[in-house]
C-alpha cells in the first residue's frame, strides 16, 4: 500500500442531513459501526454508508450485518452505487461505494 492511499482519518463519520442520515465508513469496527447505524435506521427510516478505496469491505460489511443478522427480514437494500475518481498526484482511480438501506 503507498502512504497516500491511507491518510484518510480512523473511524466513522456522520453526515446528518434533513432527509437522510449518511455515515462515511473509514477503519472501525464493523459491529461498532452497525450498532450505531441501527439507531439511526430507527429514527430516519433510510441509511446511506459511504465509503472509498480500502475501506469498501468495512461498508458492504456493516450493511450486510445489518441486513441479514440484525434486522433480518426488516430492512433491504434500496441502491449499491459505485464509482471512482481520479487520484491526480498518483496517476490512478479510486473506487466508491455508497449503499442505502431502507427499514421495511
Known amino acids: 500500500m ?6 484518510e482519518e480512523n ?10 442520515s449518511v455515515i462515511v465508513i473509514y477503519d472501525d469496527p464493523v459491529m461498532q459501526s452497525a450498532l450505531d447505524a441501527i439507531s439511526i435506521l430507527g ?3 433510510e441509511i446511506t454508508f459511504k465509503a472509498k478505496g480500502n475501506y469498501i469491505p468495512n461498508a ?4 450486510n450485518i445489518i441486513t441479514e443478522n440484525i ?3 426488516n430492512s433491504k437494500i434500496h441502491r449499491i452505487t459505485v464509482d471512482s475518481e481520479p487520484i491526480q498526484e498518483l496517476g490512478r482511480t479510486r473506487s466508491n461505494i455508497e449503499i442505502i438501506l431502507r427499514k421495511i
Open 2 to 7: 503507498l502512504m497516500e492511499e491511507i491518510k
Open 11 to 20: 473511524g466513522q463519520e456522520q453526515i446528518k442531513t434533513s432527509n437522510e
Open 43 to 45: 429514527k430516519h427510516g
Open 60 to 63: 458492504v460489511a456493516v450493511a
Open 71 to 73: 434486522m433480518k427480514g
